[in-house]
C-alpha cells in the first residue's frame, strides 16, 4: 500500500466519509500546504494525549476539572444532563444557558448492557447534594433511550429536594408541517403554550 | 484555542468538510483506538515526502518514473491525457485501459494566465516522438476548458503522425432521459452508435 492509499484508506475510516470524499482530500492534502499537513497530523495524534474527561462533569477538557465546572460566573443551581461532551457544545453555542453540566457518556439500555451503574448515576445525585442543586434539566435526545433515562432520572429524584425538567419536544424551527413526522406534530400540540406568555 | 478546537479547525479546511462534521469526527477521534490516529496522523504528515510526480507522465507516484510508466505490460502506443492525477486512478478503476498516461495537472485557461507552456505540452509534443506513440486519447473533462484543452491538442498534433481521439460524452449509465441537461442528450444524439457494430 503506497503512502497515497494509506492516506485515503484512514481518512475513509472517518464516520461520514467515504471513499471518494477521502480520495478527494488526499489529492487535496498532496497540493496543500505542507505545514498545514503537519499541523493537521499532529493535532491528531495529540488529541487523546491532551484531552481528558473532567472529573466532575465528565465533559471533555484540557484541565481537570473543566473550566465549566470551575467558573465563577455560572448558575450553579442548574445542572443540564446530557448523553455526549458534543451535546454540551451544542448547548454552549446557543448562549441561552448558565448553569453547569452532567455528562453520561450514553443512555440506560439495558439490552446492551448499560444500566445506572454504567452511567455512573450515583455520582450524580451525589453531586446534586455536595452542590445544593435546585434542578436537573433533562437535555437527553428525544429518543425511546433518551426519554427513559430521563423518567429513569426523575424517579431517582422523587424524594430529593431537586426538581428534574425535560426539555421540550415539537418541530424544529423552520420546520415544514407538511414534512414533519407524527410524534413530533403530536408532541408540539400537547406541549403547546399559550401565546400570552 | 485547545487541542480539540485544533482539530475541528484544521479538519474543516479539508475539501467538502463543514464544521459540523468535523466536529463529528473529532469526538470520534477521541474515542477512537489512539494507534489508528497515530497512523493517521504520520500518513498525512508524510505524504508530501513521500509522494512526487513522475517525471515522465507527471503523476503522482512513490518511485520516479512511477509504476505505469515503467511497466512491460501496458500499451505504449497509446497515451492517454487527463486533467489530474486523481483521473488517472478513475480510468484504473475500469480496468478497461492498458495504455499509458500524460497528466496536464490543469486546463487551459487564458484568463488565469495557463497558456500551452504552463500545460507542458511541448513536453507532450516531445514524449509522443520519444516513444512513438500511435495515439493520444483526450479524457479532459468535457466542461468548456476541458474541450477546448482537447481540441488546442488535435491542432498541436495536426502535422504529427499520431492520431487524437476524445472520448465519448452523453447520457451517463443508469442516466435518466427527464434529468439530463439538454447539451449531454444532444451530444449523445450526435454521437449514437449503429447498434449492428
Known amino acids: 500500500m503506497n503512502q497515497l492509499e494509506l492516506v485515503v484508506n ?7 466519509l467515504g ?20 499541523t493537521l497530523g499532529e493535532a491528531i495524534i ?11 462533569c465528565g465533559n471533555y477538557t484540557e ?7 470551575t467558573a465563577h460566573d455560572r448558575d450553579r443551581d442548574l445542572i443540564c444532563v446530557v448523553e455526549h461532551p458534543q451535546d454540551v457544545m451544542t448547548i454552549e453555542a446557543t448562549g441561552e444557558y ?4 452532567h455528562v453520561l457518556n450514553g443512555v440506560l439500555a439495558p439490552l446492551d448492557g448499560v444500566g ?19 434542578e436537573i434539566i433533562m437535555a437527553t435526545n428525544p429518543t425511546l433511550e433518551g426519554d ?16 428534574v425538567t425535560r426539555i421540550a ?28 406568555d
Open 63 to 69: 484541565e481537570d476539572p473543566c473550566p465549566i465546572c
Open 116 to 134: 445506572p451503574e454504567e452511567l455512573g448515576l450515583d455520582r450524580l445525585v451525589e453531586r446534586t447534594k455536595d452542590e445544593g442543586t435546585k
Open 169 to 196: 419536544t415539537g418541530l424544529p424551527v423552520g420546520g415544514d408541517m407538511e414534512y414533519a413526522d407524527r410524534l413530533s406534530v403530536a408532541r408540539s400540540l400537547r406541549a403547546r403554550q399559550d401565546l400570552a
Open 98 to 101: 448558565k448553569g453547569l453540566y
Open 46 to 56: 495529540e488529541l487523546q494525549e491532551k484531552i481528558v474527561s473532567c472529573s466532575v
Open 19 to 38: 471513499k471518494k470524499s477521502a480520495t478527494r482530500m488526499a489529492y487535496w492534502l498532496l497540493r496543500s500546504d505542507n505545514s498545514f499537513n503537519k
Open 148 to 163: 427513559s433515562t430521563a423518567l429513569y432520572i426523575v424517579r431517582l429524584f422523587q424524594d430529593e429536594p431537586v426538581k
Open 10 to 16: 484512514s481518512l475513509s475510516r472517518l464516520p461520514g
